[in-house]
């Protein structure tokens, strides 16, 4: 018996690593060869011995993060064959078989096969990597034909692999017709784990549309393939299959700038292209060869223009804190987002120089590393400061400004805000944003809480479109007062967030019928943008005073207002920001 087993992410970061599509198809693969159950690790030690009592073979997968999980559960395990597979296992496999005895075998690539073979107790075949005595043996990995990859059995994915969609506004599916990529990123485990695109037929993809469709009646899709317009081939067939079988879909796609050309779009929009998503990274020519990639910016004007006139969203992805980043890089990248606004929103990273990656190496040579912590590893957590910065809290709020974004930083802790303001000695006067005591919007105002689709980030007293909403506070003499801050973290609340100035909102303060601060708002999810906002003190009362936040109907702007303030998971606890009015007489 074989059990897969997926590991529990690090508890540091706020990701779910359940809906995998690589562990379905080793599933959908193997399910007809051998008595074969997945496990979705729970942090049960108990609960995994049970599911692995009668098993001859535990495997493990995951990422970076998910790695010194993987090494705990396998040195638990007695008697049976212990294998590691996927992109951290891909990029080093030498190492692991040199430092952890508790695991037997590694898989370099694709796993299907080999495990077959392991099952068989064939140990010498293509992908597999194991010692004898302190000599590693390793096998170089051998591709999958496109007639070999298997139709995903979406059963046994939580919830059926189905998940609300903010891109497509919709409940979606993952789905993949494709391996590999025609990139050399050298920040990507992909061209370790599998190499250049192998696809599946056209009628093989299809078919799996319609499948999905039949059993699930959602017809949105999220295709997941690392470079979809890879094949002209591919897309042409595939277009005139889907219009022959009357499907109706929506779709978003991943592709590389110079696959995009207006006749791939044009097909893709008649059969119901909805977004693409292009991975740009920077626009510096040092980071770009330092990434592997190249930027052709009169192509990528060109390919802006044609999704404006076919109506396809186009979003940008970009990677900042190279070894070669600065100050000056930085501000030309952003004077570019913004010129260039593109029409599905754009979305950083902040470089993560994953273990065994060929931009690791270059981190290492040049800036500072600051963890060999696997469990440090996952987006949104600084684990390299680039040689141009020497100071670590300076290098996390510049990077927490420039993107907007709650991040972290390996071995640096927050300290809440409330409890760092009350060691300056000035008075503090703390609103809950939840306690207000009028509110009138346009469409809604309540609070809230989370959902079962999302619970990470902070709380949100969600205002949509315009209006206003009050708080009421006390202050012993007001005459005394020189300085007045308020600290909140606010935002628009447009509908699913999406990106540019259209979708921000002119925010009004008054303190009683006096107008005090006017600010710009964001649309600016999970916690928020963090603003200390000099108020006027002019109309301040001795005893009862009411603090009003105010979208004019008459606004240029006006997408609502979201006021961030508890954490929704362990996580974000450094970030539980009440409203704040720090007093200086």
Not at 467 to 475: H, K, Q, R, S, W
Request: net charge neutral.
């Amino acid at each position: 018996m074989l059990v897969i087993v997926n590991p529990a992410p690090t508890k540091k970061a706020p990701v779910d690593a359940r809906n995998h599509l690589g562990i379905a198809s080793l599933f959908s693969y193997l399910k007809d060869k051998t008595n074969i159950k997945l496990y979705y690790d729970n942090r049960s030690n108990k609960d995994f011995l049970y599911a692995i009592k009668n098993a001859n073979i535990v495997a493990f997968t995951g990422m970076t993060y998910q790695a010194k999980r993987a090494f705990e559960l396998a040195s638990m395990v007695v008697n049976k064959k212990t294998v590691f597979g996927g992109p951290f296992a891909s990029m080093n496999y030498r190492n692991i078989l040199k430092n952890h005895e508790e695991i037997d075998f590694i898989i370099v690539g694709e796993g299907e096969k080999p495990l077959e073979n392991l099952l068989n107790g064939v140990f010498d075949y293509p992908g597999i990597a194991y010692r004898i005595n302190e000599k590693i043996i390793f096998n170089a990995p051998k591709r999958l034909l496109a007639s070999e990859i298997p139709d995903i059995d979406y059963s046994i994915i939580p919830k059926n692999g189905i998940f609300f969609d903010h891109a497509l506004l919709s409940p979606s599916i993952p789905i993949m017709f494709s391996r590999g990529c025609n990139g050399h990123c050298t920040f990507c485990a992909v061209p370790s784990m599998f190499g250049s695109p192998i696809l599946i037929s056209p009628k093989k993809a299809v078919s799996q549309l319609e499948n999905l469709i039949i059993k699930t009646s959602i017809n949105t899709f999220a295709i997941e393939d690392d470079n979809f317009l890879y094949s002209s081939d591919f897309l042409r067939e595939f277009c005139e299959l889907v219009r022959k079988n009357y499907l109706k879909i929506k779709f978003r796609i991943n592709c590389r700038l110079d696959d995009i050309t207006y006749e791939k779009l044009e097909m893709l929009k008649n059969i119901g292209l909805y977004k693409i998503t292009v991975g740009l990274e920077h626009i510096d020519e040092n980071i770009l060869q330092s990434f592997g990639k190249s930027l052709d910016i009169n192509h990528l004007y060109s390919v802006q223009k044609w999704c404006n006139n076919l109506d396809i969203k186009l979003a940008t992805l970009f990677i900042i804190g190279s070894p070669f980043e600065t100050l000056k890089t930085l501000e030309r990248l952003k004077s570019f987002i913004k010129d260039l606004s593109p029409s599905g929103g754009f979305d950083f990273q902040v470089l993560q120089p994953h273990p065994g990656t060929p931009i690791e190496k270059l981190c290492r040579k040049m800036g500072i590393m600051l963890s060999d912590d696997t469990d440090d590893y996952f987006s949104d957590n600084i684990t390299y400061i680039p040689p141009s910065f020497d100071d670590k809290k300076k290098y996390l709020d510049l990077l927490r400004n420039f993107t907007g974004k709650k991040l972290n930083m390996a071995g640096f802790s927050d300290e809440i805000l409330l409890e760092r303001l009350k060691k300056t000695g000035k008075k503090l006067l703390v609103i809950n944003p939840d306690k207000f005591s009028k509110v009138e919007f346009n469409i809604e105002a309540y609070h809230w809480e989370g959902s079962n689709r999302c619970k990470s980030g902070l709380s949100i007293i969600k205002c949509r479109d315009f209006g206003f909403i009050e708080y009421e506070f006390e202050l012993d003499n007001p005459e005394n007062i020189s300085e007045l801050t308020l600290h909140a973290r606010l935002a628009s609340h447009p509908i699913d967030w999406p990106q540019g100035d259209e979708n921000c909102s002119d925010l009004d303060i008054y303190i009683n019928e006096n107008s005090v601060a006017k600010v710009f708002l964001r649309p600016i999810h999970t916690i928020g943008e963090y603003k200390e906002i000099a108020i006027k003190c002019a109309g301040i009362l001795k005893k009862h005073n009411t603090l009003r936040f105010e979208i004019p109907e008459n606004a240029t702007h006006k997408k609502g207002l979201s006021i961030f303030y508890k954490p929704l998971n362990e996580f974000y606890n450094s970030y539980k920001t009440p409203i704040i009015l720090e007093v200086k007489g």
